[in-house]
């Protein structure tokens, strides 16, 4: 936990409440799976004293909080900022393809147009979103004649540890963070899980009992930007002189000349 020295150590710092202290401790037990005294011990050597450390971390704890208050007033469901690994919001464009009977892949926008990728995930035969099912053994991107395969890791997958581990790691923090987002109830959702996958890309699905089948990522259809070059029909050269520049320019950024390549639409 990264913590900013707002409040000097020396004689004139007031001291923390026991109440403080004890939230200081419980906190950074609970996130961190250590021990009352090895958490003394670290505020000591970081910060000078425990009282110092649990003063400076309730100070972190209020700019942080109210900076998630400032980006999503009203819940994460209803956030205007960008939210990695959300699901889908109620109306909100989704496709799916259906692995089998009881287990479909879904995609959707996941506010990532920006960064030109899309959000997926795995949904049971419920309807409900689940985490990577144990019969999905792998996913690859599939390889190109200059980049091999590349294992696709989920968010929940990226985080350190694997298996019971990670599930750990991730209860911990659901129960004790303290810039827990406002409505979340501080429990652990062992099914959620999300990918982020970048438009145009193929994904390798590797499933017991199927042969390997592969998705691909549609590419959306984004507008012409003066930093994104565009590819044109190439126009017979003239000899210098028989056209000026600005006659050049309008055949290379004319609206009304089709472009080389289509991008997919997602439909």
């Not at 930007?225 to 004319?254: C, F, H, M, Y």
Request: proline share 7%; charged share 20%.
């Amino acid at each position: 936990m990264s913590i900013r020295h707002h409040i000097p150590a020396n004689a004139s710092t007031p001291k923390a409440s026991t109440a403080q202290i004890e939230s200081y401790l419980t906190m950074c037990m609970g996130l961190f799976d250590v021990t009352r005294e090895e958490v003394i011990a670290g505020a000591v050597q970081m910060c000078g004293s425990l009282d110092v450390a649990a003063l400076a971390a309730e100070a972190e704890i209020e700019r942080g909080r109210a900076d998630i208050m400032r980006a999503i007033p009203d819940g994460i469901e209803n956030a205007k900022c960008v939210v990695m690994g959300r699901k889908p919001r109620p109306g909100e464009d989704v496709k799916f393809v259906c692995l089998n009977d009881n287990l479909s892949i879904r995609v959707w926008d996941g506010d990532l147009a920006d960064m030109r990728s899309f959000a997926l995930d795995f949904v049971g035969g419920q309807g409900r979103y689940i985490s990577t099912p144990n019969g999905i053994n792998l996913i690859y991107t599939v390889s190109s004649t200059f980049r091999g395969p590349e294992r696709v890791l989920s968010l929940e997958q990226c985080m350190e540890g694997e298996g019971r581990e990670r599930q750990a790691e991730m209860e911990r923090y659901a129960i004790y963070s303290p810039f827990n987002p406002p409505g979340h109830n501080g429990i652990y959702d062992k099914n959620w899980e999300t990918y982020i996958i970048p438009e145009g890309i193929e994904l390798r699905i590797m499933q017991d009992g199927h042969a390997d089948r592969f998705l691909p990522i549609p590419v959306r259809p984004h507008p012409p930007t003066d930093d994104v070059l565009q590819l044109q029909p190439w126009q017979q050269w003239q000899p210098a002189g028989t056209r000026n520049w600005g006659e050049l320019k309008g055949i290379v950024t004319s609206s009304n000349t089709p472009f080389g390549f289509q991008n997919l639409s997602i439909s």
